[in-house]
């Protein structure tokens, strides 16, 4: 017997098609909705409750009043989000600089270069904690660096530069940079090796300086990359915790305590969860709007 097109087994087969590529990714839907949107969306539930496991009687629906108090009546917010904004400009900057510095200089050909990039990059495989160990030992007033500037009269003898005020951010800085650069470094040598050697060439023949060479074919090139490793960088510098916990704690007298440091400080140490998922939504739209005016102003993806 001949199978007509009105067969109904031949009518089912494209909507049992059309259902397998949805069958496919719901795991990792599901796995999405369990692990990103719902804690988001109990954060946000959260802030907009009074919520302090030491003050039970106090919990209830606090409407807008966690995001009232941030704005209004309590300045610690505004010092750590100053403070956050400071670190994530002159730690991406920096890290920009020297990565580039770095990229350019492992690209070139020289003996000893598989060697030397391993050397670069080894520092982006060590930890925040292991980092933080190391960095003070070095900061160390008895047995660190100190001690020897100290001796080329360059320091006091004793001189502690995580517990000053005056010297704690730059050092906190220092730390972050020997972890931060070779970030850049990595991105941005992916991005050198793509570009075309006959550029290079074809500029050199009609006698254009290296200057020139790396402002008008170098960097258009890269700027996809400084932009999306930049924006990274901001998001990760912005939430940094681990290094500057582990090193400053936040001190001395708050003046290296970020934002989600502070968060950390109210939700897990005051166990005030209602007002730090407020400072944490807080962050959070603060991130979304500047990563998004970022990539519109820098016009990411757009050819020149």
Known sequence: MAITTADPRIRRRPGRAARTPYLLIAPAVIGMLGFLVYPMASVVYYSLQHYNVTKPWDNGFAGLDNFRRLLLEDPLFWQSLGFSLKWVGVEVVLQLLFGLALALIVNESFV????????????????GVLTTGIWVLLYNPTTGVSRYLADLGIMQ?????????????????????????????????????????????????????????????????????????????CVWEFNNVDLLYTLTGGGPAHATTTLPLYVAGKAVQSHDFGYGSALTTAAFLILTFFSIAYLRLSKFGAKT
């Open 112 to 127: 000893g270069r598989g060697l030397s990039r391993a050397l670069v990059f080894s520092p982006w495989a060590v930890s």
């Open 157 to 233: 003898y004793g001189a502690a530069p995580l517990a000053n005020p005056g010297t704690v951010f730059w050092a906190a800085v220092l730390a972050e940079l020997w972890r931060g650069v070779p970030f850049f470094a990595i991105l941005l040598l992916a991005d050198l090796q793509s570009i075309p050697g006959e550029l290079y060439e074809a500029a050199a023949v009609d006698g254009a300086s290296r200057r020139r060479r790396f402002f008008h074919i170098t960097l258009p090139h890269l700027k996809d990359a400084i932009i999306l490793s930049t924006l990274l960088r």
